[in-house]
């Protein structure tokens, strides 16, 4: 496990050291699991944000969030993300299943 060192405000230790004393845990595991949390959130976030933009299509999405394809679809359904699934996406996706 690598040493990772980061400056926090006073408002950001006090949360941290909130979560964890509410789960009995120590500040690093913490840390670790808000970490793990939210840099997934916001994978998908952004995930989604250039599946919108027409950067790239679901499959592109999903492997950016480290999703499978199936995942990704229900986490854009479950945030009500429209879906711009067009001709190439369907041929991309037969030709994946090839």
């Known amino acids: ?15 941290v050291e909130r979560l964890a004393k509410a789960r009995g845990e120590s500040r ?15 994978l998908i976030r952004v995930a989604l944000q250039r599946y ?5 299509g679901m499959r592109g999405a999903a492997e950016l969030a480290g999703l499978t394809i199936a995942e990704m679809m229900a986490e854009a ?3 009500g993300v429209l879906a711009n699934y067009d001709e190439a ?9 090839r």
């Open 77 to 79: 359904n479950d945030r």
């Open 52 to 56: 919108q933009e027409g950067e790239v």
């Open 1 to 15: 496990m690598d040493n990772v060192t980061t400056r926090m405000s006073e408002e950001e230790v006090d949360l």
């Open 89 to 97: 996406d369907l041929a991309e996706d037969v030709e994946a299943l």
């Open 28 to 42: 690093s595991d913490a840390i670790r699991q808000a970490l793990r949390r939210g840099a997934r959130e916001e």
